[in-house]
Nanobody, 128 residues
Framework: QVQLIESGGGSVQAGGSLRLLCAASGRTFRSYDMGWFRQAPGKERDFVAAITWSGGSTYYADSVKGRFTVSRDNAKNTVYLQMNSLKPEDTAVYYC?????????????????????WGQGTQVTVSS
């Protein structure tokens, strides 16, 4: 069992930066692959980024590639999402999620249905 709590959201102007944190409970956190998703009002939940259990591989949606960076510190049971050059279209509730995804493809890692555990979300608002 893993419990996830996101923090770090807020309101920024376009071009600004935010760092989201996802704090996990449970001794098995380091064995889970992690993902970040976001959901804007009236839209489906979309994949943002993912990182393998070891941190050795990362994956990004095309819309955030080059602007967002996902990382993790297994000693602190925390996953991070550094968001730079933010745009108004990045406005959404951001969620972190956990699952065992060994052997899964990039495409599979972008599908929210395969993630087992979810946080409650943190709001990010980017104004123009």
């Amino acid at each position: 069992q893993v419990q996830l709590i996101e923090s770090g959201g807020g309101s920024v102007q376009a071009g600004g930066s935010l760092r989201l944190l996802c704090a996990a409970s449970g001794r098995t956190f380091r064995s889970y692959d992690m993902g970040w998703f976001r959901q804007a009002p009236g839209k489906e939940r979309d994949f943002v980024a993912a990182i393998t259990w070891s941190g050795g591989s990362t994956y990004y949606a095309d819309s955030v590639k080059g602007r967002f960076t996902v990382s993790r510190d297994n000693a602190k049971n925390t996953v991070y999402l550094q968001m730079n050059s933010l745009k108004p279209e990045d406005t959404a509730v951001y969620y972190c999620a956990a699952a065992w995804l060994s052997g899964r493809s990039y495409q599979q890692r972008t599908e929210d249905r395969i993630y087992e555990y979810w946080g409650q979300g943190t709001q990010v608002t980017v104004s123009s």
